[in-house]
């Protein structure tokens, strides 16, 4: 079935939600970053952070967020839970380090790093690539909480309970907002960005999918993320401690306006770059958004949404043209939207060739299991439509991006 959203500017709330609203704003939250550390320690019984610069870059969320007065107290929540989780995370790791300074030797050689903005098949490659089990990807779970807490015990059928905490939060989601959940699964196995692993040092663009945060784009913008990438890179080689393998799949749409940190950090990188007219992207982002925008303010513009991923959506694009030379050509393979889409299982294929990554006969076996597995065919889907629903027209959005279609030769879609 297809869904149109209709209510994006002015939400017809259903019952839950409508709970969900009143029970947030009968809380009274400490949204100060002692509060938030002090519950990390708490939750931890560790109370070493590392460096506390971050410290400064938590505050600057906080305050533009949390202390936002159009700002729903569900959605302060939210974020607050989600800061304590990402403080929690630090004290793990740090803690780790110090019991095996060892981590810091490992080696994370030649990944596969997925760029590509969402909608450009970016995700089911990542997956498609994941079911190679001789590669290593992060599973939404382990990306939540990547080291689990000291002398926590597998629940009774054997669980991880870090998989059961987002196992839960996906059940919410579902329930919650249930559009978003059709848009951006989020089932624990789902595997995730790496760009959550930059979280415990509290940067990343990532603020701006969930909050309105200008100030913090600027911000972001303003300072060199070198630092967040070493970070980065740090909890890869954790997470390889744990759990080793030879060689990462990673993916993230951030790396379109960080090329220079993310070369310098992976030098030796296969870059796959994926593409599509940028106006499809867009729509539904802003969609996506702009409806998740319910369970976090009082009001709500569409204009302001599809205005600002435009124009976000620009400033990477233009990165990426601007840098994408200092990529070596014989690391990176571009991939084409409707290409992959024709004919996926080869797309992979020629991608592991060009990444010198052999298939093994159960690595293909399990890819076409997987292709199977994640088809949305006759499944429910949500209906983009930039005119209806933004009052703009693809062209408008489009001619901000002639340079790029030009240098990546992306074909136009009708729509």
């Known amino acids: 079935m297809k869904i149109h959203i209709s209510d994006l500017g002015a939400p017809q709330l259903t019952e839950m939600q409508r709970f969900a609203h009143e029970y947030g704003e009968s809380l009274a939250l400490d949204m100060t970053p002692n509060g938030v550390l002090e519950d990390a320690v708490s939750r931890t019984g560790l109370t070493d952070f590392g460096a506390t610069d971050f410290t400064q870059r938590l505050s600057l969320w906080l305050d533009e967020v949390g202390q936002d007065p159009d700002r729903l107290g569900i959605g302060n929540l939210s974020l607050r839970n989600s800061?304590?989780?990402?403080?929690?995370?630090?004290?793990?790791?740090?803690?780790?380090?110090?019991?095996?300074?060892?981590?810091?030797?490992?080696?994370?050689?030649?990944?596969?790093?997925?760029?590509?903005?969402?909608?450009?098949?970016?995700t089911h490659l990542l997956n498609l690539l994941s079911a190679d089990q001789s590669l290593r990807s992060m599973p939404l779970w382990e990306s939540y909480e990547p080291i689990p807490l000291r002398d926590e015990a597998p629940s009774t059928n054997g669980l991880d309970p870090r998989y059961v905490r987002c196992s839960k939060e996906w059940e919410q989601m579902q329930a919650v907002t249930p559009h978003v959940a059709l848009m951006h699964p989020m089932d624990p196995d789902h595997v995730h960005e790496e760009i959550e692993l930059m979280l415990p040092d509290f940067a990343s663009y990532n603020l701006e999918w969930v909050a309105r945060c200008p100030e913090w784009r600027d911000y972001y913008f303003s300072t060199d993320q070198q630092p967040h990438y070493d970070y980065m890179h740090t909890m890869l080689k954790v997470l390889t401690f744990i759990r080793p393998r030879e060689r990462w799949i990673l993916k993230s749409p951030q790396h379109f306006e960080q090329i220079a940190p993310l070369m310098k950090t992976f030098p030796d990188a296969t870059i796959v770059m994926t593409h599509r007219d940028p106006v499809s992207v867009i729509q539904s982002a802003a969609t996506m958004i702009t409806y998740a925008a319910r369970m976090a303010y009082r009001t709500i513009d569409p204009h302001w949404y599809i205005d600002y991923w435009t124009d976000r959506v620009q400033k990477l694009l233009t990165s990426a043209v601007r840098d994408i030379d200092l990529i070596p050509r014989s690391q990176r393979i571009d991939v084409h939207f409707n290409a992959f889409m024709a004919n996926d299982s080869d797309m992979v294929a020629k991608i592991c060739d060009f990444a010198?990554?052999?298939?093994?006969?159960?690595?293909?076996?399990?890819?076409?299991?997987?292709?199977?597995?994640?088809?949305?065919?006759?499944?429910?889907?949500?209906?983009?439509?930039?005119?209806t629903d933004f009052d703009r027209t693809p062209e408008q959005i489009r001619e901000r991006f002639l340079p790029y279609l030009e240098k990546f030769n992306v074909p136009i879609e009708v729509m």
């Open 83 to 122: 800061c304590v989780r990402y403080a929690s995370n630090r004290l793990l790791t740090q803690d780790l380090l110090r019991r095996h300074p060892e981590i810091h030797d490992i080696k994370i050689e030649r990944p596969i790093i997925i760029v590509g903005l969402p909608r450009t098949g970016t």
């Open 356 to 387: 010198a990554h052999t298939l093994s006969a159960k690595a293909q076996e399990n890819i076409a299991k997987r292709v199977t597995e994640r088809s949305r065919e006759g499944q429910n889907s949500v209906v983009y439509n930039v005119r």
